[in-house]
């Protein structure tokens, strides 16, 4: 209780009294002290109706948006390779909806399968080079419904502190012990396996190979080492590697030249550079076997990933097989984007090579607000690219988190970061 008032005040730590269980409803004011709540509140109060948070859009979201008729330049989107509503996704989608309808309407073992989950799969798998996947509805539930049935009593799960919040789920469900090592400090992940590793039956240690709010990579190669010497498990979140990184957009493994059989459990989403919504594992047969047939939350208790969306996944993977200029358009955009933002002097944080390219705030960030006003002077140059703050983040850390696409051009992210400067250097003077 005492640690429950620390962080979210008096009002919600107390315990639920027997006359307070008499009142029902849910009440905002029940939640008014939990820093995520006030956060929304701030954002929204500022803000009012002209809110670039949800704003209503029209269209595809790729290098530009639509929003309330107007047109902006994005930096909000996963369509890395900008393949998202492309003639080959949409042909493919059309025709499957035109076969097997909207939903799969049944979990793929009660209502049978459609030939093209398991086409998907096997792509999925051809493109990483592994035995096999398998697909479930989102990103999400693929890395909580993993974690959370491979690793039980007497194991350990060690993960970095700036995973998603879908692994830290998926620990945190587990029954297995947790513990963090510091981002990207491996050598922290490696004391901590030497000191615990005996003490436990199986190990499992969780990364992602691009971070989705630094945009940097793991060390695929040192990690594989340490974690082969502490016999322990390796899971990879590649949500936004597959189709990003290495020569032909195979991920993390094809970018360090190392073996997909290098990491044992590859989690992928189809929801960025795959054009569509659901989520993947991919790894030995035996790997896929478990969670196709035991593991809640694939095929067990879950409808099937709806065919249309396969057919979009699968349009992509087939385009990747003969052509990666937009791969190779899109780590030159990267490059360009990263070398631009530092000429201006920008703080770019721990970007590496990745379309994930945060600009930090500093003092115009933080405070909520002033985080907001530059969003919006931002907004309203027809930039859309939306600030994050603590607790997304960590404190003092804000952010524009700007992602790119192969489609973008070097004239629209100049003109951009050269924007982003100026509100940034008038925001001191407006907040001095
Ligand atoms: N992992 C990471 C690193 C992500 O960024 C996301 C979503 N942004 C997910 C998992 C979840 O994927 P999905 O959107 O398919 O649920």
């Given at each position: 209780i005492e640690k429950l008032k620390e962080k979210y005040g008096a009002a919600n730590a107390a315990p639920v009294t027997a006359v307070q269980k008499k009142v029902t409803p849910i009440r905002e004011t029940d939640f008014a002290d939990w820093p995520e709540y006030q956060q929304v509140t701030a954002i929204e109060n500022f803000f009012g109706?002209?809110?670039?948070?949800c704003a209503p859009r029209e269209g595809t979201i790729g290098k530009t948006v639509t929003i309330d008729g107007e047109a902006f330049d994005s930096f909000c989107s996963y369509n890395y390779l900008g393949l998202n509503g492309s003639s080959q996704v949409k042909t493919a989608v059309i025709e499957t909806l035109e076969r097997h309808g909207s939903s799969a309407s049944a979990s793929r073992v009660a209502g049978g399968e459609c030939a093209i989950h398991r086409q998907l799969e096997e792509a999925l798998a051809d493109h990483l080079g592994t035995e096999d996947a398998i697909v479930t509805v989102g990103g999400y539930i693929a890395n909580m419904a993993t974690i959370r049935f491979l690793m039980g009593e007497y194991d350990l799960i060690v993960f970095d502190e700036y995973c998603h919040n879908s692994l830290v789920e998926g620990c945190a469900t587990s029954k297995a012990r947790r513990m963090q090592f510091r981002h990207n400090d491996l050598d922290h992940l490696d004391r901590l396996l030497s000191k615990q590793r005996e003490q436990h039956r199986r190990v499992l240690v969780v990364v992602e190979?691009?971070?989705?709010?630094?945009g940097d990579i793991v060390d695929l190669e040192k990690l594989v080492a340490i974690k082969n010497r502490h016999n322990a498990y390796l899971m990879v979140d590649e949500a936004h590697s597959i189709g990003v990184l290495g020569e032909t957009g195979r991920g993390l493994c094809e970018h360090a030249g190392m073996e997909a059989t290098d990491v044992d459990i590859i989690m992928g989403t189809?929801?960025?550079?795959?054009a569509s919504c659901g989520g993947f594992i991919a790894g030995s047969r035996a790997l896929t076997g478990l969670l196709r047939y035991i593991a809640p939350g694939f095929l067990l208790y879950s409808a099937g990933v709806p065919p249309t969306s396969c057919a979009a996944s699968l349009a992509v993977l087939e385009t990747l097989k003969t052509d990666n200029s937009r791969v190779q358009r899109l780590q030159a955009n990267t490059q360009a984007f990263r070398d631009i933002a530092r000429d201006l002097e920008l703080d770019t944080g721990l970007a590496d090579a990745t379309p994930i390219v945060p600009i930090m705030l500093g003092g115009a960030g933080d405070s909520v607000e002033k985080m907001a006003w530059v969003t919006r002077e931002l907004y309203r140059n027809r930039v859309h690219v939306v600030g994050i703050t603590y607790p997304v983040v960590p404190r003092g850390e804000a952010r524009l988190r700007f992602f790119l696409t192969s489609e973008h051009n070097e004239n629209q992210y100049r003109r951009a970061l050269e924007i982003t400067r100026q509100v940034i250097q008038r925001s001191q003077e407006v907040h001095a």
């Open positions: 109706e002209d809110n670039p948070y190979s691009v971070y989705s709010m630094d189809l929801s960025k550079s795959l």
